[in-house]
């Protein structure tokens, strides 16, 4: 199995933390991953051209080419994004306006998708990003098999509290069917 994380936070903390966790934890189980990091990517804005709709490839010459390839030979997606006014971060809407590709090409029909969401508190956290997550895969005609939310106020509350940690782990097992 292939997993391939993408991260939409601007900033090494949470998210990063909880993908990363995710992915170790997988890796037990001999699966391959990948994490990418938006923050570290040159991804142009989309502009709508619709070039994609005919050509079923996208013009811009960007680091979303190798997103693309990886995400396309990927079995599980996970996304993830901090909660940024009850939405998804800049960075991370960036990213999905540029999946207008596989609205048409349809290649990532069927995939698998795990949603990671970090918020303040219990309201920020709630089902808005979530639930962005899920409209997408709908147009992607991919499958959300789990989406784990946790709160976090400060850089590093996650990777600092063993229960947070201990969901994470279970989080994995259940999605991956470990013991």
Same mark, same amino acid.
Not at 48 to 61: E, M, T, Y
Not at 63 to 76: N, V, W
Not at 167 to 174: A, H, M, P, W
């Given at each position: ?8 936070? $601007?900033?090494?903390? !949470? ?15 001999? &699966? ?10 040159? #991804? ?5 051209? +619709? ?5 079923? #490839? ?17 079995? +599980?997606?996970?996304?993830?994004? $901090?909660?940024?006014?009850? *939405? ?5 809407? *960036?990213?999905?306006?540029? +999946? !207008? #590709? ?22 920020? #956290?709630? !089902?808005?990003? &979530? ?26 509350? /996650?990777?600092?509290? $063993? ?8 989080? &994995?097992?259940? /999605?991956?069917?470990? !013991?």
């Amino acid at each position: 199995m292939k997993i391939v994380a993408i991260s939409g936070s $601007p900033r090494k903390g !949470n998210t990063e933390f909880m993908l990363k966790r995710i992915l170790t934890q997988a890796e037990k189980s001999e &699966v391959s991953t990948a994490l990418i990091l938006l923050r570290n990517k040159r #991804i142009e804005f989309c502009d709508g051209c +619709l070039s994609c709709d005919s050509s079923f #490839i996208c013009r811009k010459r960007d680091d979303m080419q190798m997103i693309y390839s990886k995400l396309e030979d990927a079995d +599980l997606i996970i996304l993830g994004s $901090p909660t940024y006014f009850d *939405n998804v971060t800049g960075m991370m809407k *960036n990213f999905i306006d540029r +999946l !207008n #590709i596989y609205n048409v090409n349809k290649k990532l029909k069927g995939k698998k998708i795990i949603i990671v969401n970090v918020g303040q508190d219990v309201s920020v #956290i709630s !089902n808005k990003v &979530v639930k962005y997550f899920e409209l997408l895969s709908e147009c992607l005609e991919s499958v959300v098999i789990g989406d784990l939310s946790l709160i976090a106020k400060e850089d590093q509350d /996650i990777e600092n509290d $063993p229960e947070r940690i201990m969901k994470i782990d279970e989080f &994995v097992k259940s /999605i991956l069917g470990q !013991n």
